[in-house]
């Protein structure tokens, strides 16, 4: 069975840097595109970034590019969004999900329960 | 970016009533069009891939069509479970945009 669990949700003041981690299980992790959504209290979906199987192709939302990095360890099974210089229109819960194959032409067939970050003074 | 147009955005509909939901992109995106449903406080769920191919354990009532710029998600004959928020999502260029987003409630 499939499973995603992120962590590292937090309160975080405006310009501050918050890293959060998603755990997977159930599927050859390596072998599979990860992405990380965000969605903003009462709000829409937002694709965020996108990251290869191998780690070697990233992409991200004009939004956060500059200030967001993910990553990954193939290692640990372990998903990971590096935010830094953190907004107030970040205040999101980013979920974690799994591509079907390749995110690009693929589509997002599991998705964890999500971690709430608030940035906020 | 691409850009996704949902409509409407709010339905209001009655049990064993048949739903379509539309999704428009702003250039050809072929067939790679996937539809999701979220329920409050949950995760979204994935019910259509590459526009018309139904997810596996999704039931039946539930379809999709279409390609290059224009998508439709069709439910045969709502559930109660059925109420819910609908997204496309195009997987065609990076962002991996999706549309605002159809609520569809109860009449």
């Known amino acids: 069975e499939v499973q995603l669990l992120e962590s590292g949700g937090d309160l975080v003041q405006p310009g501050g840097s918050l890293r959060l981690s998603c755990a997977a299980s159930?599927?050859?992790?390596?072998?599979?595109?990860m992405s990380w959504v965000r969605q903003a209290p009462g709000k829409g979906l937002e694709s965020v970034s996108a990251?290869?199987?191998?780690?070697?192709?990233?992409n991200y939302a004009d939004s956060v590019k500059g200030r967001f990095t993910i990553s990954r360890d193939n290692s640990q099974n372990t998903l990971y969004l590096q935010m830094n210089s953190l907004r107030a229109e970040d205040t999101a819960v980013y979920y974690c999900?799994?591509?079907?194959?390749?995110?690009?032409?693929?589509?997002?067939?599991?998705w964890g329960q999500g971690t709430l970050v608030t940035v906020s003074s | 970016d691409i850009q996704m147009t949902q409509s409407p955005s709010s339905l209001s509909a009655s049990v064993g009533d048949r739903v379509t939901i539309t999704c428009r992109a702003s250039?050809?995106?072929?067939?790679?069009l996937n539809w999701y449903q979220q329920k409050p406080g949950k995760a979204p769920k994935l019910l259509i891939y590459?526009?018309?191919s139904l997810q596996s354990g999704v039931p039946s009532r539930f379809s999709g069509s279409g390609s290059g710029t224009d998508f439709t998600l069709t439910i045969s004959s709502l559930q109660p479970e059925d109420f819910a928020t609908y997204y496309c999502?195009?997987?065609?260029?990076?962002?991996?945009?999706f549309g605002q987003g159809t609520k569809l409630e109860i009449k």
């Open positions: 159930g599927f050859t992790f390596s072998s599979y595109a």
């Open positions: 999502q195009q997987s065609y260029g990076s962002p991996y945009t």
């Open positions: 990251i290869s199987g191998s780690g070697g192709t990233t």
């Open positions: 999900a799994k591509c079907s194959g390749s995110c690009y032409t693929g589509s997002f067939d599991y």
């Open positions: 250039q050809s995106i072929s067939s790679y």
């Open positions: 590459a526009a018309s």
